[in-house]
């Protein structure tokens, strides 16, 4: 692909994002959120074009992921847990519900660290998230602090091919999920690239994805958190070219 060529597709897929990224912020359906999910895919196609583009025109950017640390990580590891590293927090004023949901089919008691905040405006902005389901009702205190770390990364590629969220639990059998992966899987799990219950398209991740469907933030899904701070990072990073 020729470099005007890489410049016009960027140029086009970030003032496309920006628009569904702005109707996701304002309103949710499952439409909406197909169609950003749909919207990123591009972002996955050109993601080797965009690399060398970067590299070509002499310019490096950082992209925003997440590290559990090493305490946390051995504070959580006997139990079920779901991680999500949120670097920048996720404004939104689709927010219709009540604060947070959390299937628990286990019956544990749920410590959960987040960072969460009612805006005047009747928004929400959220951020790292850390729930961990145990019958010990001590790991609150211990799982706050900078458990969640901010890593940057130096290629577009790499950024989307590391994890999102990190996960535990029983009758999940994959632990993590990529951005690349979570952005293809949302659309086909819901049917909006292939008919649901499609068996030729099934992929291991659609048991996550339908899991995290079920929890919810403002009434909102939790996937659409994660495709709404992709979206973010992308707008935020790549304006500037």
Not at 75 to 83: E, F, H, T
Not at 205 to 212: K, R, S
Request: overall charge positive; proline content about 3%.
């Amino acid at each position: 692909m020729e470099q005007n060529d890489i410049k016009n597709n960027i140029d086009i897929n970030i003032r496309r994002l920006s628009r569904h990224y702005n109707l996701c912020q304002q309103k949710y359906d499952d439409i909406a959120l197909l169609d950003l999910s749909h919207c990123l895919r591009n972002w996955v196609d050109l993601a080797q074009e965009i690399d060398n583009y970067l590299d070509l025109i002499n310019i490096q950017k950082k992209f925003k992921s997440f590290i559990v640390s090493k305490q946390l990580r051995r504070i959580i590891k006997p139990y079920d847990y779901l991680i999500i590293g949120f670097p920048e927090l996720i404004k939104t004023y689709a927010n219709n519900g009540e604060i947070i949901y959390f299937p628990n089919d286990l019956n544990l008691p749920i410590s959960m660290n987040m960072q969460i905040m009612r805006n005047s405006d009747k928004s929400i902005s959220i951020g790292n998230l850390s729930l961990i389901r145990t019958k010990s009702n001590e790991l609150s205190s211990k799982t706050s602090g900078n458990g969640i770390q901010t890593k940057l990364l130096n290629k577009f590629s790499y950024w989307l091919d590391s994890d999102v969220l990190k996960i535990n639990e029983r009758g999940i059998s994959v632990k993590s999920i990529s951005r690349k992966s979570i952005i293809s899987r949302v659309a086909n799990t819901l049917g909006g690239s292939h008919p649901i219950n499609n068996k030729k398209v099934e992929n291991k991740n659609d048991e996550l994805i339908n899991h995290l469907m079920k929890s919810k933030i403002g009434g909102l899904p939790l996937p659409y958190f994660v495709l709404m701070g992709i979206s973010k990072e992308i707008l935020t990073t790549m304006k500037s070219i």
